[in-house]
């Protein structure tokens, strides 16, 4: 009986990481397709994040930035991997991730593409029976102009 309670906890170990993975993509998805009621549900009701230039205090103040600072003509597709969750609790986890990301401005006559790249450090609560970000914090590495290349502009995120 103590194995099948052991192994009932590893099956829900394994569903709560794949649960916030999800989460993860929903999040980056939601940012690129500007869809900020989806936004919205990947954030606890008490978040808080540190885009490095912005910091939020609260869940609506992240979603308003982006649905009406966001640049109209600014294009981001998120390429992210080595998503490490560990879970801390029975409602509560925390990750890393890194990320690259094309950027893109197609303002009239400015079009501009751009490479940056960032890791990011979570901390998730599993609210209502969701799971949600509760605080995300992105360490920036680099964002440089495209034709100038990534090594030419780096900042370091020690």
Request: a negative charge.
């Amino acid at each position: 009986m103590a194995d099948i309670v052991a192994l009932e906890r590893r099956i829900k170990r394994l569903e709560d990481i794949e649960e916030i993975r999800d989460l993860k993509i929903r999040y980056v998805l939601a940012i690129e397709h500007r869809q900020a009621d989806v936004l919205n549900d990947c954030f606890a009701e008490e978040a808080t994040a540190d885009f490095g230039s912005r910091v939020f205090d609260d869940r609506e103040s992240v979603v308003r930035w982006f649905k009406e600072g966001w640049p109209k003509h600014f294009l981001q597709i998120h390429h992210g991997h080595d998503h490490r969750i560990r879970i801390t609790g029975d409602t509560t986890a925390e990750g890393t991730q890194s990320l690259l990301v094309m950027v893109g401005l197609t303002d009239g006559s400015t079009k501009k593409a751009y490479w940056a790249a960032s890791t990011t450090d979570d901390q998730y609560v599993k609210e209502n029976g969701e799971w949600r970000i509760r605080r995300t914090v992105i360490h920036l590495a680099f964002f440089t102009e495209y034709e100038k290349g990534w090594a030419q502009d780096t900042v370091s995120h020690a």
